[in-house]
């Protein structure tokens, strides 16, 4: 039995419900492939690396998992959003101080000018506005998420031709004779998924997404 389009991401509180049980394998997949790359993205614009920023993925879904048994959530007080980029900051600011002490470690081997350097690598977190950058992932993050809601539910011709057309930004001349179709179709196409995308955002957003 395969999942519908509206079982791709269930609504935040029956997810989280779930994940109190730490034996549901396909509840924390769900987690995991929903916010893994929001966390990721977050991480590295906040300046760490790649690494890094895996480290944080990683810890911060640790953190979760180690909450969620005692975890309520309740949107009244304190949105899923942002009780996740709270969890996820602190995680971030752990990969600072963690790069801190290495920084630390090398300069009692390497001179003066070394020394500065390392220093001027190391951003200050409480200069980051982690806010900002986590609304501008978790609006990318949305729209993803409705994107492949929408696939679910149009034909793969339908869905390149938007794909092409109004992600990928290429001319209708140019995506009409790549896939052998009239402008009409591709124009059909815009609206109707243009349509769907909105409504699927507006889905997720009362979701608590």
Known sequence: MTDSPDD????RQSLLSRLKDWDDQESWRRFFDTYWRLIYN????????ETEAQEVVQETLISVAKKMPDFKYDPAIDSFKGWLCYQTRLRIADQFRKRRRAGAQNRRASDETARTAT???VPDPA???????WDE???????????ERVKARVSPEQYEM?????VKEISVRKVATRLGV????????????????????????????
């Open 182 to 209: 009239s402008a009409a179709q591709i124009y059909m196409a815009k609206h109707r998924i243009s349509r769907l995308l909105n409504k699927e955002i507006r889905k997720l957003e009362k979701e608590g997404f």
């Open 119 to 121: 220093i001027e690598r």
């Open 127 to 133: 200069t980051l506005d982690l806010a900002a950058i």
């Open 162 to 166: 938007f794909y092409l057309y109004v």
């Open 42 to 49: 977050a991480a590295l614009k906040a300046g760490l690396t």
């Open 137 to 147: 992932e978790w609006r990318v993050n949305l729209m993803n998420a409705a994107m």
């Open 8 to 11: 791709f991401i269930p609504t």
